[in-house]
């Protein structure tokens, strides 16, 4: 339990401290949106193929499971829209993320520590939080929710595709169970949870690699324990959010 709260205190202090004002504004902005395209741009390929497969097999699994002569196919459509809006494209593709931009996070802080590169900048005067922990954290906090609701309407298109190929149900029938008792506050449910997420997808693997010590291969343990304590706060914050929210 002391190590915990050590543990938290340390990285809030590091937060705190990124939040301090920029010397040089227009350097941040152009580290942000490097951040921005290796966060979002450069893993939205695997966002795509994970949510279409998802909303695929989804569709095919309900309907082997529910369909009968006295449910109605329109409800296919609707557990396919709301599991994924509710639970699938939130948290598998956050906690994918938590793995392939987590471990990318940790092992550039790790190495940059380890090469000494961190210790030259801060001699220099730059505030080594803000430059290189901050604009992670901001870009994570707009790119990660984008992804997600890219992730919804894929994942929705590919339930749709599966439903059509497959002979479970017609046009109209997925989109009449598209709308049918649709709730907008699902999707503000979702856009919370993928805000929360990427605070952990962001602050964890910074911490784990700012503060690495040693050498290569400190690097590769700090990065595989930022991509496993990433994801079980991930759970604990999907079920905390769950009872909060719903």
Partial sequence: MRALIWHLGRAALMVK?????????????????????????????????????????????????????????????????DSTILELSPTVICIVLAGVVGSKIASELGNMRVSEQIDALEIMGINTKTYL???KIVAAMFMVPALIIISIAISILGGYIAGMFSNILTRQQFIQGLTMGFLPYNLFFAMMKAFVFS???????????????????????????????????????????SILLL
């Fill in 199 to 241: 605070l952990i997808i962001s602050i964890v693997p910074s911490y784990y690699g700012y503060y690495v010590e040693g050498g290569a291969l400190e690097i590769g343990r700090a990065s595989t324990t930022s991509v496993v304590v990433s994801c079980i706060l991930i759970l604990c914050a999907d079920y905390g959010l």
């Fill in 133 to 135: 922990v901050l604009p």
């Fill in 17 to 81: 401290d990124g939040f301090r004002r920029p010397e040089n504004k227009k350097v941040y902005w152009i580290e942000f949106m490097t951040q921005c395209n290796d966060i979002g741009i450069r893993s939205l390929p695997i966002v795509l193929i994970i949510s279409v497969f998802l909303g695929m097999v989804l569709t095919i699994q309900t309907s082997y499971q529910l369909i009968s002569g006295w449910i109605p196919k329109t409800v296919v459509a609707q557990i396919v829209r």
